[in-house]
């Protein structure tokens, strides 16, 4: 069994997770993830090589990666929490904090800044009612970002919202693109 670890828009493996909203901290790895991650083992030739699909699987199934997530991981891979923290932090596709659960990634570097860049991130601020970079819309459902690259100069403004890639966006498409979204 491959394990689908990527979501959608329609995914909702990109809920908001506010350790308020929700009490204590809930292991992942139980039950179906804990069975994902056992099958996951029998692929890499070490525990630590499955560090990233399991961080995967806990950003899947609580929205963000939690320092308390982080332990859990590193108990189950017999690495230490300042080594999954390590790797946590330097990769910027896991989240160290509860986002929306449509997410929302803007290219802002040269090329694209000088396609209007900037004003496509404003339009998404304003259309999502999110009003400050990186934090969730008040209810909980965007969480918007600039990005340094998404590898399309030829496409600016390049967008990801979740995993989908949409190039050449301009304020005038945002309305369009977050009506897909309802």
Same mark, same amino acid.
């Given at each position: 069994?491959?394990?689908?670890?990527?979501?959608?828009?329609?995914?909702?493996?990109?809920?908001?997770?506010?350790?308020?909203?929700?009490?204590?901290?809930?292991?992942?790895?139980?039950?179906?993830?804990?069975?994902?991650?056992?099958?996951?083992?029998?692929?890499?030739?070490?525990?630590?090589?499955?560090?990233?699909?399991?961080?995967?699987?806990?950003?899947?199934?609580?929205?963000?990666?939690?320092?308390? /997530?982080?332990?859990? =991981?590193?108990?189950? +891979?017999?690495? !230490?929490?300042?080594?999954?923290? $390590? *790797?946590?932090?330097?990769?910027?596709?896991?989240?160290?904090?509860?986002?929306?659960?449509?997410?929302?990634?803007?290219?802002?570097?040269?090329?694209?800044?000088?396609?209007? /860049?900037?004003?496509? =991130?404003?339009?998404? +601020?304003?259309? !999502?009612?999110?009003?400050?970079? $990186? *934090?969730?819309?008040?209810?909980?459902?965007?969480?918007?970002?600039?990005?340094?690259?998404?590898?399309?100069?030829?496409?600016?403004?390049?967008?990801?919202?979740?995993?989908?890639?949409?190039?050449? =966006?301009?304020?005038?498409?945002?309305?369009?693109?977050?009506?897909?979204?309802?």
């Amino acid at each position: 069994m491959t394990p689908d670890l990527v979501g959608g828009l329609e995914s909702p493996d990109y809920a908001s997770h506010d350790r308020a909203a929700h009490g204590p901290y809930k292991p992942v790895f139980v039950g179906e993830p804990k069975r994902e991650l056992d099958e996951l083992l029998t692929r890499y030739p070490t525990k630590m090589a499955a560090l990233l699909p399991a961080l995967w699987i806990v950003q899947r199934e609580h929205g963000w990666v939690s320092e308390e /997530a982080m332990e859990e =991981v590193a108990g189950l +891979l017999d690495l !230490t929490p300042a080594y999954v923290k $390590g *790797v946590v932090t330097f990769y910027t596709m896991y989240h160290q904090h509860p986002v929306g659960k449509y997410f929302i990634q803007v290219c802002t570097t040269s090329p694209c800044g000088i396609c209007g /860049a900037e004003d496509v =991130v404003r339009a998404f +601020l304003r259309h !999502t009612n999110t009003g400050e970079l $990186g *934090v969730p819309s008040p209810d909980g459902r965007f969480t918007v970002i600039e990005v340094e690259c998404l590898g399309a100069c030829g496409f600016a403004t390049p967008v990801m919202i979740n995993e989908e890639f949409i190039e050449s =966006v301009t304020p005038d498409k945002v309305p369009e693109l977050l009506a897909r979204l309802a």
